[in-house]
């Protein structure tokens, strides 16, 4: 696994030959859909870069972990560059959580606060990074079956953390499903600059287990 930089436009990830790039104004170029970064803070968010110019920045990687499988990425308002990904067994791994800064990526902190407590596998899409006010990073994501603590009646729990105030490590990981458990599929994380937070999840409807 490594991670695409165009500097100071374009950022991405290359995972078996094909090319996923995040930041601020969608395009198209060469067959993939991209996503481009403005050139600078002043620049104007809605020109893209032109991936076909011939003066195009050359492309630099960063490789992640060995092992490193469905990175996560958000920028902040500051502009820092937050990673996500998950490592080790596909039913009960763990999430690492990194900074890139400029074109290094700092040493990995562990998110999950129980070892082997993520999935990544089938319908689950791997855990989900969001970025809040003051720049505070959250991460939610489906727990194994090692994972702790449970959801109401001992099923498989949605799990959720921050970074705490010192941005060196994270909270213990909490669940977050209080009613209807029996979680199914992936789920994701939003946050906004007014210091809300929200977890979402695939869940059965009332009056089912």
């Excluded at 078996?16 to 170029?29: P, V």
């Excluded at 600078?40 to 076909?52: G, I, R, T, V």
């Excluded at 449970?150 to 213990?172: C, S």
């Amino acid at each position: 696994m490594s991670v695409a930089f165009q500097t100071p436009r374009i950022m991405g990830f290359i995972l078996a030959g094909a090319i996923g790039l995040c930041g601020l104004e969608t395009h198209r170029a060469l067959g993939q859909s991209t996503m481009a970064l403005p050139a600078s803070a002043s620049a104007p968010a809605s020109a893209p870069a032109d991936l076909s110019a011939p003066d195009r920045p050359a492309v630099e990687v960063i490789h992640l972990p060995a092992g490193a499988v469905q990175p996560q990425v958000r920028i902040d308002a500051q502009r820092r560059v937050d990673l996500i990904y998950f490592a080790g067994d596909a039913a009960h791994g763990d999430i690492y959580f990194s900074r890139i800064e400029g074109t290094v990526l700092s040493t990995p902190i562990r998110v999950n606060s129980q070892p082997q407590s993520a999935i990544a596998a089938g319908r689950v899409r791997g855990p989900q990074l969001a970025v809040g006010r003051d720049g505070r990073v959250y991460v939610a994501w489906n727990g194994s079956d090692k994972a702790e603590p449970k959801a109401p009646g001992g099923a498989t729990p949605m799990l959720f953390t921050r970074m705490n105030e010192a941005g060196d490590a994270f909270e213990p990981q909490r669940n977050v499903i209080q009613k209807y458990p029996g979680l199914d599929g992936g789920g994701a994380v939003a946050a906004d600059q007014e210091g809300n937070v929200y977890v979402t999840w695939h869940a059965p409807g009332t009056g089912q287990s």
